[in-house]
């Protein structure tokens, strides 16, 4: 069996040309920094999000009744447990591979997370007249000054 290398497609070609260009330049470093950590940020993203959808698929086909088509019903689990194998070792690898950054960005994505739940929480407890609005207001401040950062 012949190896054949993946072929790339015209725009990341043509990006990975650009960035290759501007990476002999001092001036475009913090431009090709923040580049980067864009693309690294929605690698992760993308991957986690179709880690989330693999598993919740799963858990509705476990809870399908398995007489209305089993085979096709296997077909599908088989496809969503493929997925969710190679969305995890894909994150897997590139934690491997910067270690680091993968760090920093887990540690944000949880403070977001936990910033998130504390603002519902917030406002279930404000509808629920746990608080004035003066309080409400200003921990809804700081909570949405505190994400935006």
Known sequence: MKFVPLKKNLF?????????????????????MKYQNLR???HIQYD???????????KVIALTDLTLNKKNLNRV???YEGRLSRRQKRLKDFSDLYPEFYQNYQYLLFQQVGLICALKQLQ???EAAK????????LHDRLHHALKQ
Request: net charge positive.
């Open 124 to 126: 279930i407890d404000f």
């Open 77 to 79: 689990k088989n496809l």
């Open 12 to 32: 990341v070609r043509g990006e990975l040309w650009v960035i290759h260009f501007l990476s002999h330049y001092d001036w475009s470093l913090t431009w090709l």
């Open 131 to 138: 608080m004035s609005s003066k309080v409400y207001n200003k």
């Open 48 to 58: 986690i999000a179709g880690i989330l959808m693999a598993r919740n698929a799963l």
């Open 40 to 42: 690294f940020s929605n």
